[in-house]
């Protein structure tokens, strides 16, 4: 082959790659399209006030949980560091701490209609 022919081919075979490139970019966006749509399959929809509203409501459930915790059941460890700092060690008393699972049944029973009609084990809920 010839100079010319060479550079012919070699402009030929870019453009190719640019064409296959876009073409690979255009199906990693519909792939990623699609794998979001198939995530969401059969998720209840809800609006975004909705939305808003239970992430506020669970927010206040944890803050009053929070709220109600004995600051004497709290352990904390100091100890002195090289340049005379005092440094938090650890804190203990906080492994029995849970938000309240009631007032937040409470919040979702008051957004959704739940089904109570089968519970994880398959019996009847009453």
Do not use: W
């Not at 100091?78 to 409470?106: K, L, P, Q, T």
């Amino acid at each position: 082959m010839d100079k010319e022919a060479l550079k012919l081919k070699v402009a030929t075979l870019a453009a190719n790659l640019e064409v296959k490139s876009d073409e690979r970019n255009t199906a990693a966006v519909q792939l990623e399209t699609a794998k979001n749509e198939l995530r969401d399959v059969g998720k209840p929809v809800i609006t975004e006030d909705v939305a808003n509203e239970i992430v506020s409501r669970v927010c206040n459930a944890f803050c009053e949980s929070l709220g109600n915790i004995d600051s004497d059941d709290i352990e904390i460890d100091f100890s002195m560091d090289y340049d005379n700092r005092v440094i938090v060690d650890g804190i203990n008393g906080f492994d029995d701490i849970d938000a309240d699972e009631d007032s937040i049944m409470e919040i979702l029973i008051d957004t959704f209609n739940i089904d109570h009609s089968n519970g994880e084990d398959g019996n009847d809920i009453d």
